[in-house]
């Protein structure tokens, strides 16, 4: 390609209006332009990249058996209702009705329409295992749509979706499809991880997220090298820390704490170190007009998630009121305590090994110190309750490895697979014969990668401040001939024209600056488009038989002799 | 692709709902399933023909130095509003609101968003012409959806828009996207007729559609193979049948015809050829209040769109009512005449050519005979007002070539290009800076292909009795190896096995029939799914080292010895 015939639409200025480098450098690269909020336009620069990311996900795809399908956009309320997602999905479905009245949607995703079109086609267990993809635009109408095409309204996914006979048929998809995630992003040349997402009741890792490590990403993850472990920090199961609850050696002491209700200035009032001290949480029970006391170390956070899901606490968490405190223990919520509480007691696990400790003593004003379980409260119930932190002890870590820490890493998920059992089929009454001729509900896998997220997420991990710099499998062009006096030098001319006809009929993808511009503008828009390699060809370095060659990634150019470009080029462009 | 891994969701009987065979045919052969009234899924069999329709658009386009770019299907009501087609458009712009109340659409073409994207990323005369295209779903809120995809509601389109700094670049542009038009459907395999569609305002010929030629098409197109000469039968010109008007021979005389009110009627009762009568209809003048004759020979037809360009017509056209024909002539409309009318009279060119003709005598029951113009009336003004009809002579033909005769035909509209001239960027202040610093708005061509209703159409154009017979280029495979026995002998399966790996290794688009079906079964899918090739492997063939070859296109099967068949299938499916 020449820029002569090419919208390289590059800012200068950074819009006001972007937040984050990678939509920072889409826009002033020229890759997208807004149309509305969250609705953009793909210029050339952007839709080449896009499409390289969608031409490895098909092709991954293929390689692992799915088959390719195109969903309409527009679907019918129908079948929605059939599945109970028309009244529950809320404000991002964007709805509409057509000349006639008729209600429809524009899909944010095809869990219905590919259940109610697999339940016609696919009758006997002989087509079974299947797995169908699309790569389709998507619209989910956010509330505050924000950081262009990272989180837009209207974007690109390739859905899949799997039907089986049974759990252990999914269960293998499931996995296949783990793997082909794994060389989709591998490909796309992405520092990437799967985080366990759910540890739902079906049972083993019912669903992962792959995300693109990111300082800028929107979610925490903890991460353990040691054992390829990583969770969503939210779901990351937090163990105890230390070893055994040690032995009391203290005796019960009620003291006087006035105002002191927060842990850190009863910690500090008191001398006590914040890791020797509990604190004590109300929140409604499942149980209707009852509450349930969690109990967690001072220092530690509560986890609503984990609490959630025990069966004991109401869903979703809801606090308990200061009145309803007050009734209940007869204090304000910063002097409850364990000490002759008379609700049920659900302590986390770090909290139930703590001996020793401070805590509230159901009375304003006034803490326990010496508190010991077993001794002075009644031994608790002990669930993991609490958000893991850096440094604590990597969950698949047994007694030999204690030294395998979990860090806290940020991630941008854009992937994500999940067993989504019958949920659908049974909604839609999607059924095929068994081996035995009988009717048996297809369990179902999904598995979604948002493309366009993929292409803002490449950027923000690999970036620096003079724009951005691709990923060789994603990058617009691989390489740019930065010419100087094209216009003015018959030699220079005649040399790139040579060369980019040479390195274009060797499978290359040239981008030829054949603009009238200053160097300085030249070597700028490469850099901002973060196009991989460029030459610079010039008569004073032509004139030493030498062609400057740079990658984006290097610190500084390198000569190559002029006789030995292409094979140069050939050999860094094309064998990496 | 082996059949045991492809949903081959071929069907038996003919869906009731399915008028055209391309609509039938692509849901027996399983290539689309509807969702809702013009809405479809496209499944395997269906998306990899789109998908190739689509990479052979997108790469004559790239050839063309068109550059893709994507926009969103969402588009934002006040782009519609600048344009006015909000207004305009009507029920077939299907409207939305977002969650905060703002009005968007599902874009039914993109005008309005790429004029207002292009106004602000070009600025000078340099940059220009530029063409941009997308392949993008598009939704048009169909009345009556119908035929499948062939008028459905969610359709793929290929839209494309260009840009220019004068008129002579915007034509120069178009005669390369009618070269490039010509070079897709000629690829697609598809017989076709790029026919003129307006000679609007503008001057030149400033719209081309391009139809494929299907008995089943909606449009009749003239067409003269002589001059390569085709328009829409609406809008080709009709010159004057036969040569100069004969000089009178018969007197005038008034006859009375009671009960005779139509032409047909009139002709009989006094035994004159049709060819000799002229018809005399009053509609309405542009100036208010008044109305205007229009006279045509009797065996010919108005057309109105031709009527409307006359300026002395109101438009739309307005046929006059009974009172109003009674109060400005006297009579019924089956009586109306040229002799002694008071009100303008425009004739067809053939009508003004008739001498001694019977019309009427602007009195029920009474007609005159051996009219002749300008003795018996007022010569009349002369106007092309008739629709062609086949036999008519080519409007090319010249004095020399009288022979070249009009056919009529049928034609599917696939493609259409256009010169928008300034429409959309005037009212959208798309300006650039012309060479001498002075803004000056764009003049725009568009560009479309209908992607989707082009698989539909080649099926019109391309089947028989036992199903789809694929143009090479765009069928779903190209080879189909049918297998007598694969799961019975292992000859069978090994030299199926072999030949499909060896097929597909020399890139022929394999389908591998494994399935455990009678052959006659496979047999019938493969030719309804339309696969040009087809070898049969069977132990008894194979025994005499013969393999049997079928072209979808031939009576009847080939033997072809085992050791030649790979160069055989090499030299018909990939040397054509």
Avoid at 137 to 165: C, N, Q, W
Avoid at 240 to 259: C, F, I, N, S, W
Avoid at 469 to 476: L, R, T, V, Y
């Amino acid at each position: 390609m020449r820029t002569s015939n090419f919208l390289l639409s590059t800012l200068k200025e950074t819009p006001a209006d972007a937040e984050i480098i990678s939509h920072q450098l889409m826009l002033r690269a020229g890759m997208i332009r807004k149309v509305a909020a969250g609705i953009y336009n793909w210029l050339p620069a952007g839709l080449r990249v896009l499409r390289k990311v969608e031409k490895i996900v098909r092709e991954e795809m293929d390689l692992a058996g799915a088959q390719e399908v195109l969903m309409p956009a527009v679907q019918p309320a129908e079948l929605w209702q059939q599945s109970g997602r028309w009244e529950q999905y809320g404000g991002e479905l964007l709805r509409m009705s057509d000349r006639h009245g008729r209600e429809f949607c524009f899909g944010p995703t095809h869990e219905e329409v590919i259940t109610s079109l697999i339940s016609n086609e696919i009758r006997s267990y002989k087509q079974l295992p299947a797995t169908f993809y699309q790569v389709q635009t998507k619209f989910r109408d956010e509330r505050r749509p924000r950081f262009g095409v990272m989180r837009s309204r209207e974007f690109i996914m390739k859905d899949a979706y799997s039907f089986h006979l049974d759990q252990a048929s999914l269960e293998d998809t499931y996995s296949k499809m783990y793997q082909t995630y794994t060389r989709i992003f591998t490909r796309l040349g992405l520092h990437f991880r799967a985080v366990e997402a759910d540890t739902g009741s079906i049972g083993g890792s019912a669903s992962h997220e792959f995300h693109v490590l990111a300082d800028s990403g929107e979610d925490a993850i903890a991460v353990c090298d040691k054992f390829d472990y990583a969770a969503n920090v939210e779901l990351a199961e937090a163990l105890a820390v230390g070893g055994e609850r040690p032995a009391a050696t203290q005796t019960l002491e009620k003291v006087d704490t006035p105002g002191q209700t927060t842990i850190d200035a009863v910690s500090e009032y008191l001398k006590t170190p914040v890791e020797k001290t509990v604190k004590t949480l109300l929140v409604h029970a499942a149980e209707e007009g009852k509450l349930v006391a969690l109990v967690l170390r001072g220092d530690h956070e509560l986890n609503e998630l984990k609490a959630e899901k025990h069966p004991l606490v109401a869903t979703p968490l809801v606090w308990a009121s200061d009145e309803e405190i007050q009734q209940a223990v007869g204090c304000s919520p910063g002097s409850i305590g364990v000490v002759d509480m008379t609700i049920a007691v659900i302590a986390d696990r770090s909290a139930a090994n703590v001996a020793d400790f401070v805590c509230g003593a159901n009375q304003d004003g006034v803490h326990y110190t010496g508190v010991n379980w077993e001794r002075d409260c009644a031994e608790p119930e002990v669930y993991d309750l609490r958000t893991v932190v850096a440094g604590d002890v990597c969950a698949r870590a047994d007694d030999t490895n204690q030294d395998s820490q979990l860090s806290i890493t940020r991630g941008i998920e854009v992937g994500h697979i999940f067993q989504l059992g019958t949920k659908y089929s049974e909604a839609m009454n999607a059924s095929c014969l068994d081996n035995n001729g009988k009717a048996a509900i297809m369990p179902m896998g999904c598995y979604g990668i948002g493309v366009s997220r993929i292409v803002a997420s490449a950027i923000e991990q690999n970036h620096d401040d003079r724009g951005i710099i691709w990923p060789e499998a994603i990058a617009p062009f691989q390489l740019v001939i930065t010419p100087i006096g094209y216009n003015k030098s018959e030699q220079v001319k005649s040399v790139c024209d040579d060369l980019y006809q040479t390195l274009t009929g060797l499978g290359i993808e040239v981008l030829l600056d054949d603009r009238n511009e200053r160097p300085g503008i030249m070597f700028a828009d490469a850099d901002l488009l973060g196009i991989p390699h460029r030459i610079v060809i010039g008569e004073k370095s032509l004139a030493n038989d030498k062609i400057e060659y740079k990658n984006r990634r290097a610190e500084g150019p390198e000569e190559v002799p002029q006789n030995g470009i292409v094979e140069f080029l050939t050999e860094r462009v094309l064998k990496r």
